[in-house]
């Protein structure tokens, strides 16, 4: 009963971190099965699972499980909490209550969720839930209701995680050492994200609590018959949206500069300042382009211009953080072919070619012709799938030990990688073709001539699928063969390396002194 | 050792998580399937009696010594950031207002208002409303020297009359929601006007509840002139509904009619 206590009522960084990971695992696991369910019904000729309705609610939840209950818990959860007090050196989060309330928030979210699928007819609108489809005429019953309910319930989580990760960054710090220019860069990505989330959360759920009393209370904020418009919906949504992305990738590119600083043995990234101003103007220039979802509504083209040119300039910062990267590796003498580094190259490599067709989009020219087609999925795929599912890889390689003082089988560590860059390149280089060949996305069914490229797509889900169930082997054996980590073979330089391995419940009980 | 102190572990965020999972529930099941008030207003009383129980434990904490001045510190940041999202929130209705106003469609006959609405008249109960507000502004204003200097019949004075300002505000604008010939659901203009001016009102009853109980701390002795963040707190807040109301009022009672 205590041991129940204990994981229920805990204010423990690392305990609520253990829990967000294991909540995230699992998420990630149903958002997987949806999305092998997806792919089973597109790698097959004709109807295969039931009518278009049932896979709209599929693909609409894959993409909320994913989003929300998979790789922001993962990122910002899981990796936040366990790292943010080890690095700064500091006992536990500004707010451990508070922490666990964001945790446990979660748990309501997903249950609401998946309870919009069971119940009545599921929403089958796409994540991004547009009136007027989303409407009660359309979407008649309490599917949507529901969905709304567990968006809500998972923004008040994020927001007050932020809230807590933020405070935690700027005010613990208790040795003047650590100043803000001598922050890791995962603590720096962790802000900007959270102040993405403080800022684009809530704009999001004024959007959907209008959708909610257009739904509920007659009201008629996107019925043009009252006087409203469902672009408002759309400008609202995409003002949360395009923040999102950034929050899904920026504690991704945390991730990746510690692993490179660790694998290259070197002293310092290179060029610290400009990885901060970098990630700070991703951050910022993420709230002025949001209309680059919206190309084909009928915008002004004056309007189009402006968000073509400015989403065009995030290219710059992102191009300099991957040079950077790449300028780190350059020369390191014994750079490995450990497990984390492989899926940090992979990131680099993959994600570099997912910010070029975002490029392609980022015209609105072209986007006429490719929104809405595969070649948007293929893109967010390549960025998402590749590049954060990467990163978190990456970074669940490299501080596993840190997280239970057990090291991970190498060997099958490198299998993994390996089938995994194959199963998801399979599965999303072939949607390019079928987005330029005009096959549009959120379809069930499609013509003869995209029939090949959808069935490699689907084989390499196939692969995906098992290379999936061999990492659940890796983490069992990992914790059946108890392999204790006395030493760490690569340049170990924060500050979560420093205590002895496992990291004892309490940690940095007194104020650290840095020396440098 | 370390200015921050260990939290103990606590029930109540699980206790919350439940509670608003029983709260969105009954209201889904309220929107569809007739599930009475009631049974939203049970888990509703069951989160404001679990919200009370945390705060009193942040209170405690605070009774016995453990908010030192760094923790003093992130409570501020904190506090900020929590007024900067519900900024955001409020950006996105007054979004929706602008959205809707500045071209009206053919729909509402592409005027402001549109054609049948009969709007409040501005210079009668929201411009008091306005003018309540604003003295609950300079009345918390003077709590706040008040405390600040130590004086207890003062502070608890000003800081009275600045709740009864509140509750004021929320009866003023409760007749007029009675009195108002258009409801939440005459178009676009209903919406935004509801929404918009029901959301703030919400706010105004939180932070009205926030004084009050900062109040109760005060009257208990319970804030000193060099800490009294929970005041302070409060105080932030109301300033924040106060400068929501003045652009509401702007926007929506004056350049909206």
């Known amino acids: ?516 | 050792l370390s200015p921050f102190m260990a939290v103990q572990s606590s029930f109540w965020p699980f206790l919350v998580s439940l509670v608003l999972f029983s709260l969105m529930s009954n209201l889904v099941l309220w929107f569809h399937l007739k599930l009475s008030f009631t049974m939203v207003l049970f888990p509703g009383l069951l989160l404001v009696t679990t919200s009370f129980l945390w705060w009193k434990d942040l209170n405690r904490e605070s009774m016995i010594g453990y908010h030192t001045h760094k923790l003093e510190v992130s409570l501020r940041v904190a506090m900020l950031l929590f007024i900067l999202s519900e900024v955001f929130f409020f950006v996105s209705f007054f979004w929706a207002f602008y959205d809707a106003s500045l071209s009206p469609t053919i729909d509402v006959g592409m005027m402001w208002p549109p054609k049948g609405i009969v709007t409040l008249s501005v210079y009668s109960v929201p411009l008091l409303n306005t003018i309540i507000l604003l003295t609950s502004g300079i009345t918390v204003t003077w709590a706040h020297h008040s405390i600040m200097n130590n004086y207890f019949n003062k502070s608890v004075f000003s800081l009275g009359i600045t709740v009864v300002l509140g509750v004021y505000f929320l009866f003023m604008q409760w007749v007029e929601y009675n009195e108002a010939q258009f409801s939440i659901a005459d178009g676009v203009y209903g919406s935004t006007f509801f929404m918009a001016t029901g959301f703030h009102g919400m706010h105004v009853m939180v932070g009205t509840i926030f004084l009050f109980y900062v109040l109760l701390n005060l009257v208990d002795c319970k804030l000193l002139y060099n800490h009294h963040f929970s005041f302070e707190a409060a105080a932030w807040y109301w300033h924040f509904v106060d400068v929501v109301w003045l652009i509401l009022f702007i926007s929506i009672y004056w350049w909206g009619s």
């Open chain 1, 1 to 516: 009963m205590t041991n129940l206590l204990r994981w229920l009522t805990s204010t423990n960084h690392k305990d609520i971190g253990t829990l967000y990971f294991i909540f995230g695992i699992w998420a990630g696991l149903i958002g997987l099965s949806m999305s092998f369910l997806i792919r089973l019904e597109l790698g097959v000729v004709g109807s295969y699972l039931g009518d278009e309705h049932l896979y709209n609610v599929l693909v609409t939840a894959h993409a909320f499980v994913m989003i929300f209950f998979m790789v922001m818990p993962v990122s910002m959860g899981g990796f936040g909490n366990w790292l943010i007090p080890l690095m700064l050196g500091v006992a536990d989060m500004a707010f451990p209550r508070m922490n666990n309330l964001s945790f446990w928030l979660l748990v309501p979210a997903f249950m609401f969720l998946l309870l919009s699928s069971a119940i009545d007819a599921g929403v089958g609108t796409g994540w991004t839930v547009y009136p007027p489809l989303s409407d009660s005429s359309y979407h008649s019953g309490i599917s949507v209701d529901l969905a709304i309910f567990s968006l809500h319930l998972s923004g008040i989580s994020s927001i007050l995680g932020s809230i807590n990760f933020l405070t935690t960054i700027i005010c613990s710090r208790t040795t003047k050492s650590i100043s803000l220019d001598r922050l890791p860069l995962f603590l720096w990505a962790v802000a900007v994200t959270a102040i993405l989330l403080i800022t684009s959360l809530p704009v999001l759920a004024g959007a959907i609590t209008m959708l909610l009393t257009d739904r509920n209370f007659n009201t008629s904020f996107f019925d043009p018959a009252g006087g409203g418009n469902p672009v408002l919906y759309q400008h609202l949504f995409w003002f949360f949206g395009h923040p999102e992305v950034y929050i899904l990738i920026l504690p991704g590119f945390g991730i990746v500069s510690h692993i490179i600083l660790a694998y290259s043995f070197k002293k310092e990234i290179f060029g610290y300042y400009g990885m901060v101003y970098a990630m700070v103007s991703i951050g910022l220039l993420g709230f002025i382009v949001w209309a680059h979802h919206m190309f084909t509504v009928g915008m002004d083209v004056d309007t189009r211009a402006y968000f073509t040119a400015a989403t065009m300039t995030i290219a710059v910062p992102t191009g300099v953080k991957i040079f950077k990267w790449l300028a780190s590796l350059y020369g390191s003498k014994n750079v490995s072919t450990s497990v984390p580094l492989l899926w940090v190259k992979g990131f680099i490599f993959l994600f570099t070619l997912g910010g070029l067709t975002g490029i392609m989009l980022s015209n609105s020219s072209i986007d006429v012709v490719l929104h809405d087609t595969y070649y948007v999925v293929a893109h967010f795929h390549y960025v998402l799938s590749m590049g954060i599912v990467f990163a978190i890889f990456a970074g669940f390689f490299y501080w596993f030990p840190v997280f239970t003082g057990l090291s991970l089988n190498d060997y099958l560590g490198k299998v993994h990688f390996y089938m995994t860059f194959v199963g998801v390149n399979l599965t999303f280089f072939p949607q390019h073709f079928l987005g330029l060949s005009g096959m549009p996305r959120r379809y069930a069914d499609y013509p003869d001539c995209s029939f090949v490229w959808n069935k490699i797509s689907s084989l390499g889900s196939f692969m995906t699928i098992f290379s999936v169930m061999l990492f659940i082997v890796i983490l069992w054996e990992a914790f059946v063969s108890h392999r204790t980590v006395m030493f760490t073979y690569h340049n170990a330089v924060h500050l979560e390396w420093s205590p002895r391995l496992p990291i004892s419940f309490h940690s940095h009980v007194e104020s650290i002194k840095v020396f440098y």
